[in-house]
């Protein structure tokens, strides 16, 4: 039987909850933060949404449940990478691509990759991977968070990485030769999808959402002939989003607010997310496809008055009025339980073992005490049995007794003797060379020029240490010079990473239409006993 699970997404102003059973969500349950407290949540380490989540512990009856969280954070990181290889090779270019895209250094920092799969189409595929990374304090938060409420953290996750592994779902299953732009306009999170006679294009977040158009509705309005000011609650500010949308200047859409009243404060997201979609169309989309193109809008946006129809004629993209406005309006906690299985895992491992040790230390503790009530009450049992047949114990005989002791004696050597072996064990692993694969990887890719392509990064380990095997090409850009392999070579021994470097194989090949020279590298790398991880860790 599949034990339930629960499913987290915490935004900056809500903690919502589904309990899942074989799959499906069977409950669910919101509750607010604090509106004080919602701009300083991570700051305060997450305590302004532990009431909530404990609250909703009660009403979902899900106390240490397996759990899975899609969180908001201000330093999360995810994105779409793509190429035309596939399998191990695609990995490896993937989390390539990461060291360089992460706005942060990467070393201090929790990082995954996700591989989603290939285009649906029948030839020229390229695969997909799902890039999220974020700091090691906010991904520490996190666990943390969760752990103070009793639960058990599984997978956790950037929202905006659920949203992408959704659009790169929904894209896959368009079927029609009309280049389709879609638009997911959701209450915390919004993703922008370009697909093509099968072929995924383009996934990527967009800032327009649907609390960033209540927002900006809160802010002061300047209307009548006075200017007098006008500040809407939060229920007027939904009322006219709902109702009105994106207005008309002479619209009426309260007592004493008109159209032009309100659209101050609209326009400049709409304008911002135009120019920031047609950015992305113009690097990622041929002109002519997005000429044909015809445009989808779903989610919340989708429901919002006149705003497909304003995003259709800014961006000159044919509306889709089948789809255009859909009903189906797939909330961000829905994205998040349909998504959340094909993103990468941002749980620290060293904080969730840490947690996990803490919880079995206590867990002895507990077990300690009970066993010694439990010994306490047998002992008392077990004497009161002994003055009972006290004459049959004295009429055991010299060898019995004999015989018994030898027996005990090989029991004790036969303990120590496993408890030897085991803590030899334990000292071999605890001895056991380390190395900081991610400085590693990250020097790797600086030092590699343009004219080397890697195809292949695996790593090994051997009685001579930790190495890294890269298998790449050298292109001859120029003919009359082979490539000068040896000077990649002596900057990365140049590296204090790198110990040394060993040149395998190589042979002279062919690489998009250019001579090229295929080579293989073992870098051997600079370990350090995990001790000093730890003493490291602990001083963080």
Same mark, same amino acid.
């Given at each position: 039987?599949?034990?339930?699970?629960?499913?987290?997404?915490?935004?900056?102003?809500?903690?919502?909850?589904?309990?899942?059973?074989?799959?499906?969500?069977?409950?669910?349950?919101?509750?607010?933060?604090?509106?004080?407290?919602?701009?300083?949540?991570?700051?305060?380490?997450?305590?302004?949404?532990?009431?909530?989540?404990?609250?909703?512990?009660?009403?979902?009856?899900?106390?240490?449940?397996?759990?899975?969280?899609?969180?908001?954070?201000?330093?999360?990181?995810?994105?779409?990478?793509?190429?035309?290889?596939?399998?191990?090779?695609?990995?490896?270019?993937?989390?390539?691509?990461?060291?360089?895209?992460?706005?942060?250094?990467?070393?201090?920092? &929790?990082?995954?990759?996700?591989?989603?799969?290939?285009?649906?189409?029948?030839?020229?595929?390229?695969?997909?991977?799902?890039?999220?990374?974020?700091?090691?304090?906010?991904?520490?938060?996190?666990?943390?968070?969760?752990?103070?409420?009793?639960?058990?953290?599984?997978?956790?996750?950037?929202?905006?990485?659920?949203?992408?592994?959704?659009?790169?779902? &929904?894209?896959?299953?368009?079927?029609?030769?009309?280049?389709?732009?879609?638009?997911? #306009?959701?209450?915390?999170?919004?993703?922008?999808?370009?697909?093509?006679?099968?072929?995924?294009?383009?996934?990527?977040?967009?800032?327009?959402?649907?609390?960033?158009?209540?927002?900006?509705?809160?802010?002061?309005?300047?209307?009548?002939?006075?200017?007098?000011?006008? =500040?809407?609650?939060?229920?007027?500010?939904?009322?006219?989003?709902?109702?009105?949308?994106?207005?008309?200047?002479?619209?009426?859409?309260?007592?004493?607010?008109?159209?032009?009243?309100?659209?101050?404060? @609209?326009?400049? @997201?709409? &304008?911002?997310?135009?120019?920031?979609?047609?950015?992305?169309?113009?690097?990622?989309?041929?002109?002519? =496809?997005?000429?044909?193109?015809?445009?989808?809008?779903?989610?919340?946006?989708?429901?919002?008055?006149?705003?497909?129809?304003? @995003?259709?004629?800014?961006?000159?993209?044919?509306?889709?009025?089948?789809?255009?406005?859909?009903?189906?309006?797939?909330?961000?906690?829905?994205?998040?339980?349909?998504?959340?299985?094909?993103?990468?895992?941002?749980?620290?491992?060293?904080?969730?073992?840490? #947690?996990?040790?803490?919880?079995?230390?206590?867990?002895?503790?507990?077990?300690?005490?009970?066993?010694?009530?439990?010994?306490?009450?047998?002992?008392?049992? !077990?004497?009161?049995?002994?003055?009972?047949?006290?004459?049959?114990?004295?009429?055991?005989?010299?060898?019995?007794?004999?015989?018994?002791?030898?027996?005990?004696?090989?029991?004790?050597?036969?303990?120590?003797?496993?408890?030897?072996?085991?803590?030899?064990?334990?000292?071999?692993?605890?001895?056991?060379? &380390?190395?900081?694969?991610?400085?590693?990887?990250?020097?790797?890719?600086?030092?590699?020029?343009?004219?080397?392509?890697?195809?292949?990064? !695996?790593?090994?380990?051997?009685?001579?240490?930790?190495?890294?095997? #890269?298998?790449?090409?050298?292109?001859?850009?120029?003919?009359?010079?082979?490539?000068?392999?040896?000077?990649?070579?002596?900057?990365?021994?140049?590296?204090?990473?790198?110990?040394?470097?060993?040149?395998?194989?190589?042979?002279?090949?062919?690489?998009?239409?250019?001579?090229?020279?295929?080579?293989?590298?073992?870098?051997?790398?600079?370990?350090?006993?995990? !001790?000093?991880?730890?003493?490291?860790?602990?001083?963080?």
């Amino acid at each position: 039987m599949k034990k339930k699970q629960l499913a987290i997404l915490l935004s900056p102003r809500s903690v919502e909850a589904a309990l899942i059973d074989s799959d499906h969500p069977v409950s669910r349950a919101a509750e607010p933060i604090p509106t004080n407290d919602q701009p300083t949540m991570w700051d305060s380490a997450l305590t302004p949404a532990d009431a909530p989540l404990e609250s909703i512990i009660k009403q979902l009856d899900c106390a240490g449940a397996q759990t899975t969280v899609a969180y908001h954070s201000p330093t999360a990181f995810s994105e779409v990478f793509n190429c035309s290889t596939q399998g191990a090779t695609f990995a490896s270019a993937a989390r390539l691509a990461m060291l360089d895209r992460v706005p942060f250094d990467v070393v201090n920092a &929790q990082q995954s990759v996700a591989v989603w799969g290939e285009d649906p189409a029948h030839q020229d595929k390229r695969s997909h991977a799902i890039i999220a990374a974020d700091t090691l304090q906010t991904s520490t938060t996190v666990a943390s968070w969760i752990d103070r409420a009793g639960l058990n953290l599984s997978h956790a996750t950037p929202v905006d990485a659920t949203a992408l592994a959704w659009m790169l779902d &929904q894209l896959a299953k368009i079927n029609s030769l009309t280049p389709t732009a879609c638009i997911h #306009i959701g209450d915390e999170c919004s993703v922008l999808g370009f697909v093509r006679d099968n072929h995924i294009l383009l996934a990527r977040r967009v800032g327009l959402t649907q609390t960033a158009l209540l927002d900006a509705l809160r802010r002061p309005i300047m209307s009548g002939d006075d200017a007098s000011q006008t =500040l809407l609650d939060d229920q007027a500010a939904q009322d006219i989003l709902a109702n009105h949308g994106i207005p008309a200047p002479k619209d009426a859409i309260a007592e004493n607010l008109m159209g032009r009243d309100v659209l101050p404060l @609209l326009q400049p @997201l709409l &304008q911002r997310f135009v120019v920031e979609t047609r950015q992305l169309f113009r690097f990622g989309v041929d002109p002519e =496809l997005r000429a044909n193109a015809v445009l989808r809008v779903t989610g919340a946006g989708a429901q919002i008055p006149n705003l497909a129809h304003i @995003l259709a004629e800014h961006l000159e993209i044919t509306l889709d009025e089948h789809h255009g406005a859909s009903k189906e309006q797939a909330a961000d906690l829905d994205i998040c339980l349909h998504a959340w299985q094909a993103t990468p895992n941002t749980a620290p491992p060293q904080t969730l073992a840490r #947690i996990q040790r803490s919880r079995f230390k206590s867990a002895l503790l507990a077990g300690s005490i009970l066993a010694a009530v439990i010994t306490s009450i047998d002992a008392g049992l !077990t004497i009161a049995s002994t003055n009972n047949v006290s004459a049959d114990a004295n009429a055991i005989s010299d060898k019995a007794s004999s015989a018994e002791s030898l027996l005990h004696k090989k029991q004790q050597a036969q303990t120590s003797r496993n408890s030897i072996d085991a803590l030899r064990k334990a000292a071999i692993e605890h001895l056991s060379p &380390q190395a900081d694969f991610p400085a590693v990887l990250k020097e790797v890719n600086t030092l590699t020029p343009e004219w080397i392509r890697l195809s292949n990064i !695996t790593s090994t380990r051997s009685d001579e240490g930790l190495s890294l095997r #890269i298998d790449g090409h050298a292109l001859q850009n120029d003919p009359a010079h082979p490539p000068q392999i040896e000077h990649y070579i002596d900057a990365i021994k140049a590296s204090p990473l790198i110990s040394d470097v060993t040149l395998g194989a190589t042979q002279a090949t062919m690489l998009d239409r250019n001579e090229a020279l295929r080579f293989s590298l073992e870098l051997h790398i600079v370990s350090y006993p995990p !001790t000093l991880s730890a003493a490291w860790e602990d001083a963080q």
